[in-house]
């Protein structure tokens, strides 16, 4: 094994949690923005019609890994009402925004985080590599949790226009931190994405299961890969103490 001198992390689910009330509270803010911006709304309708159209275009990110965004969800949404809106829209901007603000709210970091990334900076050159949507958000609930000093590189999949397990955002990341990819570990929480995706480039992977344990469910909103435990080959932790352990013990450090 390769002496590891740079560890990336995902974001939602392996560092933060967001609680169930971050979906209702968004697409509150979202149809009072859009409101505001002049259109009339059926809300159950425009709620049925967003969701429906999310779920699509999150579908479709899997078939070339291709990011989404939410200005295609909230343009389609409202054409079902009658409005014909481009995705480019400033109104919808605004609307996007108004939706993540309220993420803010909700999002909540997992115990010891910031705990655990002050003892691994300086050690190690730490990277964040998330798959969500609308950067600006990502990069605010970021500086809000306080992380954003600890880590060299921060990617968003909205910002790089694909995302997990597309080998590129992995490819990227070991390129972002200057290491090889032999170097490099990577902690999530899902088997698909951060698992098998890191797996793919050569990249060794930590499963963390924090959520998964505590049966805390999970965050809303945020697109996953599957449920299939990873094989047993797969460092597995549940707490930031296993993981501060395991990089003590099993994986070699500079």
């Not at 070339?64 to 829209?89: C, K, M, Y």
């Not at 790089?160 to 570990?185: D, R, S, T, W």
Request: proline content about 5%; some cysteine.
């Amino acid at each position: 094994m390769e002496d590891i001198i740079a560890i990336g992390f995902d974001l939602f689910n392996t560092l933060i949690t967001a609680d169930h009330g971050a979906i209702k509270g968004a697409t509150q803010r979202l149809i009072l923005s859009l409101e505001k911006s002049g259109f009339d709304l059926e809300h159950e309708a425009f709620k049925r019609a967003h969701r429906e159209s999310a779920v699509r275009f999150i579908e479709e990110t899997r078939k070339e890994g291709r990011e989404t965004h939410n200005r295609f969800w909230i343009s389609e949404a409202l054409g079902t009402q009658g409005h014909t809106v481009s995705p480019d829209d400033p109104r919808v901007a605004k609307a996007v925004d108004a939706y993540f603000s309220a993420f803010f709210d909700h999002c909540h970091p997992i115990p010891g985080t910031v705990e655990m990334l002050e003892k691994l900076s300086g050690r190690y050159r730490l990277g964040l590599l998330s798959n969500f949507t609308h950067g600006p958000a990502a990069r605010g609930i970021i500086e809000h949790m306080g992380f954003a000093p600890f880590f060299e590189v921060i990617l968003i999949s909205g910002e790089l226009g694909y995302c997990k397990p597309h080998p590129m955002v992995f490819h990227k990341l070991a390129e972002a931190l200057g290491v090889q990819k032999n170097a490099l570990i990577y902690i999530g929480d899902d088997p698909l994405l951060d698992i098998e995706g890191a797996q793919e480039v050569g990249i060794q992977p930590v499963w963390t299961t924090y959520v998964k344990d505590r049966d805390i469910p999970y965050t809303p909103g945020i697109a996953r890969g599957q449920t299939k435990d990873p094989e047993d080959t797969v460092s597995r932790i549940s707490t930031w103490d296993e993981f501060l352990s395991l990089l003590d013990g099993k994986i070699k450090r500079d």
